[in-house]
């Protein structure tokens, strides 16, 4: 009696281990791509961008985002000389048809494109109860969409206002860096679609990705440094405005 | 011996613990998806999941490949940097089969406008008109080439 006890105390892990990786199966191998080669980033350059849209809606087609949602969008600040601490910003349908003529004669006018800084270290994968929400082993802040609960915890931690929750799938929604396509050797849609390359899809781990060029010569910024989130959206021309 | 003269109810405790301990196991090894941990805490499955969502944007290289006259004029041209589904619209369906997906013509005065239409947020140094006085109503395609729009060598009747 008490040597099977023992027997079974000291079987009990090992059968769980076993159990564990007969579920597990054999983990399949992707065709080209190697995750651990990889840590993407953004490169977004204020001083191109025309206010155009085009990578909204390229964002809207690519991955079927609803009406009135946005993955990512445009906005254009007024910021003026004599009130630099309160920019105006409008966002017109997220700046997806472009912007109607601007109602103001003075001050600093530009566009800021915006989308999921996917930070290093991100407030909103931290928050989620049930682990569906990860940043990617090549740096790509991703939601399971078979696990999430739609409890938005995630949307309430995200600092930039990238998230929301799908009205009709009721899961939390948010830019993937198009990964389907990154990870077939495209590059994303709206970095496709940008007409000026105002935003350049950055691999920051390929020493002969243009990035560390354009690194090395300029001067860039995240948004909201002081959180600490390590974003990897790169401004470059970011105005102390930009909230 | 004398230590375990009264253990049966340490006995029927351990055994107690003993078959929560194996419930939790054999629950867990059912309910914890099997890729969870792969990588971290998540569902390792879930990064191949979001790569396999079909693509809508071919990529202008793919159009190209077929496309290389239209190419010729643009590569020369000022829309050069413009890829080609920023004006035509996702088209990998075309791209698949292009004899029965055909692609939607394309009205210039949305096109043209929503890239040119003068804006006092656009960078200085980007072309811009006002189109109103610029083409009087008339299409931008009338004057222009959209594949390679610059009017070198101005046509006699336009300035």
């Given at each position: 009696?008490n ?9 009990l892990p090992?059968?769980?281990v076993?159990?564990?990786?007969i579920l597990?199966g054999?983990?399949?191998t992707?065709?080209?791509?190697n995750?651990?080669e ?9 001083t191109?961008c ?14 079927q ?5 946005f993955?990512t ?7 003026s ?15 997806k ?5 601007s109602?103001f004669s003075?001050g ?30 090549d740096?790509?802040?991703?939601v399971?969409q ?9 949307v309430q ?9 799908d009205?009709?799938?009721?899961t939390?929604q ?17 970095c496709?679609?940008?007409?000026t ?10 020493p ?6 354009f690194?090395?010569?300029?001067a860039?910024q995240?948004?909201?440094?002081y ?16 909230r | ?14 055994s ?6 194996v419930?939790?196991?054999v629950?867990?090894g059912?309910?914890v998806?099997s ?14 999941e979001?790569?396999?969502?079909p693509?809508s944007?071919a ?6 490949s077929?496309?290389?006259d239209?190419?010729e ?7 050069k940097?413009?890829?080609c589904e920023a004006?035509?619209?996702?088209l ?6 292009p004899a ?7 009205d210039?005065?949305v ?5 040119h239409?003068?804006?006092l947020?656009?960078?200085k ?5 006002v189109s109103?006085e ?18 070198v060598a101005?046509?006699?009747g336009?300035?």
């Amino acid at each position: 009696m008490n040597m099977t006890r023992r027997q079974l105390l000291i079987l009990l892990p090992a059968a769980a281990v076993a159990w564990k990786s007969i579920l597990a199966g054999t983990p399949e191998t992707s065709p080209n791509y190697n995750m651990t080669e990889h840590w993407w980033g953004m490169l977004v350059d204020i001083t191109k961008c025309i206010g155009c849209g085009s990578c909204v809606r390229a964002c809207q087609m690519e991955n079927q985002v609803p009406d009135g949602y946005f993955r990512t969008w445009v906005e254009r600040y007024h910021v003026s000389d004599f009130d630099i601490e309160n920019p105006k910003v409008d966002s017109p349908d997220g700046g997806k048809n472009g912007f109607p003529p601007s109602s103001f004669s003075d001050g600093k006018n530009f566009f800021v494109p915006k989308m999921c800084n996917h930070c290093a270290d991100s407030p909103c994968t931290q928050v989620c109860p049930v682990g569906a929400t990860f940043v990617s082993p090549d740096g790509v802040v991703l939601v399971d969409q078979k696990y999430c609960l739609g409890c938005r915890y995630c949307v309430q931690a995200c600092p930039y206002g990238c998230r929301f929750v799908d009205p009709k799938k009721e899961t939390a929604q948010k830019c993937t860096l198009c990964y389907h396509r990154i990870t077939k050797g495209l590059t994303t849609a709206c970095c496709e679609n940008c007409p000026t390359g105002a935003r350049q899809l950055a691999d920051l781990k390929n020493p002969n990705d243009p990035i560390h060029e354009f690194l090395k010569t300029h001067a860039v910024q995240v948004l909201k440094p002081y959180l600490a989130t390590r974003s990897k959206l790169f401004y470059y021309g970011l105005d102390g405005s930009v909230r | 011996m004398k230590i375990f003269k009264d253990a049966g109810h340490l006995f029927r405790l351990a055994s107690v613990f003993l078959v929560g301990g194996v419930l939790f196991l054999v629950l867990r090894g059912f309910l914890v998806p099997s890729s969870f941990g792969q990588y971290g805490h998540y569902r390792g499955n879930a990064v191949k999941e979001a790569a396999t969502q079909p693509i809508s944007y071919a990529g202008h290289q793919v159009c190209e490949s077929c496309h290389a006259d239209i190419l010729e004029v643009k590569s020369k041209g000022v829309h050069k940097g413009v890829a080609c589904e920023a004006c035509h619209g996702p088209l990998a369906k075309h791209a698949d089969d292009p004899a029965s997906v055909q692609p939607a013509k394309l009205d210039t005065a949305v096109l043209c406008f929503r890239c040119h239409e003068a804006n006092l947020a656009k960078p200085k140094n980007f072309p811009q008109v006002v189109s109103a006085e610029h083409s009087g109503g008339a299409p931008c395609e009338t004057c222009h080439q959209p594949h390679s729009p610059a009017i070198v060598a101005v046509a006699g009747g336009s300035q």
